[in-house]
């Protein structure tokens, strides 16, 4: 038989899928019809993930009385609860799971085994010879604070409470125990236990501790003594929360309800402190759950937006507790200014302990905040004087962009400040006396310092997390680092290429870090104050997920589009992967400023990335100038003043020396795609570079930042404040959004929102439509129910219409757009009906 040979142009179904010519028989058009790998990306769903990869850190629960600490971990052959001894180099099992497994099934009379033993709730007695924990039984009983006994949540799984002495290693059970329920979220306790405040009705209470207890274990007890510290609250000019997130109806009837206060204490429970916020002329948002029953219900909240006039008026209040009376401190300094107060770092040792007093920055006769001009480019670190109430600014920052602040370090027994401040163009730390004169630059050089880890006052060392100070590294790798007050010492403490997270205890003289890169194993380990290994704690397995076909992605770094700067980034490959072939490529994008979404240790959130690569893609993450604060404050503020454009040339560059480098990839077929910013930053690389972007999905996007939070929006743009001859200030904003542009679109748009995102409105996306429509393009819209910022629930769906937009055009593969299942989601649901 002889074949037929046709020539033809192969044309995609809709604009902006690669064209390409080529000869082939009419049986090979066939059977070349390209296919996604919808099978392999399947195997590598958040459910199947779950159980293949374990725990990948140690988290340390320091104890009070000495140096150890437990953990707990698992594997694919269960958990272990570990007691380690760093100064004995010594790690034990708190007990042998078997064992404690046959004893506690001879009592509960359910069946357990060493590697399925659900403890819940594992604590250190006070004299840290024992433990106590919780087990769920399959025993129904009625809930002792059941409201209606014939109600359907009437009844309750039965639990066990037990006590372990780990000397003589025996098991008991606490019979007749009653469960402390947990700490209310509305009780903001003192340090001495004395008393308790929050806000009922917009006003502030107290009540004392035989009270609160009472409240505790029964928050409708008629017999509890509450008193009323304040009666001028009104909704939105509340001292405490007001119930933002609530619906109307709900707010409605919780307002009489405890909420939180949120107040910071002296130490030594004598005064707290609120900022009290006015938003009553704030502007009205609103937001519908659509998918309420039995109707839709309204959520109104206040929602300031660039520009405008209207914006919250930040009081600070303090209460002298014995007198039950306060004073409004004059913090007065700047038009529409931000006053922040600081909390007190708590100690690592008390993590465990729920009901921890939250203290304020400073002392009981003084405490420390910071106020904001409303350009950012003024900040004052401010002292509050508590016995006269005079508020003096310390130290003050000026920049010509925004000024980044965080919570300074306060050296008790001399009161010096150790302040961060990215003053030199590099995130530094700074030794202030007391007075606010600066006495020394304590850390210099070209890498950027996060965040402070310990202050050990007695040898005026500072611990603290940096990163791009070690050569040949990724800059974005963290580490922890150790120098003297004066500047001098400085010494890495977890050498090794990777980016590294620390936990220290509260006397400075152990170290747990947990340290790996996107392509190692997770590694712990305990080092000592100087930086010394004392010991290996744990290795993750990840012997299933290797087993399951996974591949380490690969670390990258290109130059940004000036051809100086150096951009890093990942790149995943499908499991699958074959060099010889052409691969379209998708970009995962995340702008900035706060973050650049490029992984830098290896984690458990593979569906933006790996899994996403499996359909058949190369995936990358890479930065962009304007992104990670992490760097340079120029790399930080390369965006300031264009916040649409400004990392859309170095996403691209980054396709085309990629494309140039690896045969592999290929340019003609380019995707985008992210989350939020990313979801902004996707939709406008298409409108700016429509003939380079081919394909796009766009979700939760702020994509016309004039209606986006004023925080946001004023910082990352500018806004610029205007002084008239009389002296009057007012601010003006403007900003370029991705709707002025909709007439460029060329590719295959996909945008989705969440139809109550009270933090990106989906007006936001809606706006955007709209003028697609008017410049009669084609493109998908998604409105998610009931989803708010993050999809919740939906994010399993959100994720195959986004492979499925993908896949036809980018791949071609048109073989799913006709069935109405999504197969590989079904796959995962137990069709048992219950």
């Given at each position: ?50 159980k293949m990869v374990y725990s990948i850190a140690v ?175 009104v909704k939105f000019y509340a001292y405490g929360d ?593």
């Open positions: 038989m002889k074949k037929l040979y046709v020539s033809f142009l192969f044309v995609a179904l809709c604009s902006g899928v690669y064209a390409q010519s080529r000869t082939f028989t009419l049986t090979e058009a066939v059977s070349e019809a390209p296919k996604a790998n919808y099978q392999l990306a399947s195997r590598f769903s958040p459910n199947k993930i779950k988290d340390p629960h320091w104890l009070k009385l000495s140096n150890r600490f437990w953990y707990e971990y698992e594997n694919p052959g269960g958990k272990q609860w570990y007691v380690v001894d760093p100064s004995q180099r010594s790690k034990k099992a708190l007990f042998n799971t078997a064992s404690l497994a046959a004893e506690i099934t001879t009592i509960i009379r359910d069946p357990f085994d060493a590697q399925h033993l659900p403890i819940e709730n594992l604590k250190f007695s006070k004299d840290e010879k024992s433990i106590s924990f919780e087990m769920k039984s399959s025993i129904d009983e009625l809930k002792k604070d059941r409201k209606d006994k014939k109600s359907a949540d009437s009844m309750q799984k039965k639990i066990f409470y037990f006590n372990y002495d780990l000397a003589a290693a025996k098991l008991k059970e606490v019979k007749n125990y009653e469960k402390p329920k947990a700490k209310p979220e509305w009780g903001s306790v003192a340090p001495d236990s004395s008393a308790v405040i929050f806000t009922r009705n917009f006003n502030l209470y107290w009540m004392d501790k035989v009270n609160y207890l009472k409240a505790v274990k029964n928050e409708d007890d008629s017999t509890i003594v509450e008193h009323q510290l304040t009666k001028d609250g007001d119930g933002d997130g609530e619906d109307n109806v709900e707010n409605e009837k919780k307002n009489k309800k405890r909420r939180p206060a949120r107040v910071y204490w002296s130490p030594d429970a004598k005064h707290f402190v609120l900022n009290r916020e006015d938003s009553r002329l704030v502007k009205d948002l609103w937001v519908i759950n659509n998918t309420a029953s039995p109707r839709p219900t309204l959520e109104t909240y206040k929602y300031e937006m660039p520009g405008e006039k209207e914006t919250p008026k930040n009081e600070v209040l303090l209460f002298d507790f014995a007198a039950k009376s306060f004073k409004k401190l004059n913090v007065a300094a700047f038009k529409d200014q931000s006053v922040s107060l600081w909390p007190a770092p708590s100690l690592n040792k008390d993590r465990d302990n729920e009901f921890r007093p939250s203290l304020w920055l400073g002392d009981n006769s003084k405490l420390y905040f910071s106020r904001t001009s409303r350009d950012l480019k003024r900040v004052d670190i401010c002292a509050a004087e508590i016995n006269t109430g005079v508020v003096t600014p310390v130290i003050e920052e000026r920049f010509n962009t925004y000024v980044e602040i965080n919570r300074p370090g306060l050296v008790k027994n001399t009161g010096e400040i150790i302040h961060w401040s990215e003053r030199d163009g590099w995130a530094h730390f700074y030794l202030f006396d007391a007075k606010g004169t600066l006495k020394n630059q304590i850390t210099k050089g070209s890498f950027h310092c996060e965040s402070i880890v310990n202050v050990d006052e007695k040898n005026r060392v500072l611990y603290f997390t940096a990163n791009g100070r070690e050569a040949k590294e990724d800059p974005y790798y963290l580490h922890l680092y150790r120098i003297n007050f004066d500047g001098s010492g400085m010494k890495l403490l977890n050498t090794g290429d990777f980016d590294h997270l620390s936990n220290m205890n509260d006397e400075a003289s152990y170290v747990v870090d947990n340290y790996s890169r996107v392509n190692t194993i997770p590694q712990s380990v305990v080092l000592d104050r100087n930086g010394m290994k004392v010991m290996t704690l744990e290795t993750a397995d990840l012997s299933l997920l290797m087993a399951a076909g996974y591949k380490f992605p690969e670390p990258l770094k290109v130059k940004a589009d000036d051809g100086v700067t150096d951009l890093y980034g990942v790149m995943y490959k499908p499991f699958d992967f074959d060099p010889k072939k052409k691969y379209p490529i998708i970009e995962y994008v995340y702008p900035g400023p706060q973050t650049e979404a490029v992984n830098k240790s290896f984690n458990k959130s593979m569906d933006r990335t790996d899994r996403l690569a499996q359909f058949g893609y190369v995936v990358i993450t890479v930065g962009n100038r304007g992104g990670n604060p992490a760097r340079s404050k120029w790399y930080h503020t390369y965006g300031y003043g264009n916040l649409r454009d400004y990392g859309l040339a170095d996403k691209k560059v980054a396709v085309e020396q990629l494309a140039d480098r690896y045969s592999y990839i290929d340019a003609g077929r380019v995707g985008i795609t992210g989350h939020s910013g990313g979801g902004f930053m996707s939709t406008a690389a298409m409108l700016v570079y429509p003939d380079f972007f081919k394909a796009a999905v766009s979700n939760a996007g702020n994509h016309d930042n004039s209606i986006y939070n004023r925080w946001w929006s004023e910082k990352h743009n500018g806004v610029k404040e205007i002084v008239s001859a009389k002296g009057d200030t007012t601010f003006k904003y403007a900003i370029d959004k991705n709707p002025d542009l909709a007439k460029n679109l060329k590719g295959h748009l996909m945008v989705m929102a969440g139809d109550m995102d009270n933090n990106v409105h989906p007006a936001n996306t809606i706006k955007l439509a709209s003028e697609l429509m008017k410049a009669g393009k084609r493109f998908e819209f998604v409105i998610v129910p009931g989803a708010r910022h993050a999809f919740g629930a939906m994010t399993e769906y959100a994720f195959w219409k986004l492979a499925d937009h993908f896949n036809k055009y980018l791949i071609g593969d048109f073989s799913h757009s006709e069935d109405v299942d999504i197969l590989e989601m079904d796959r995962e649901v137990e069709m048992s009906g219950k």
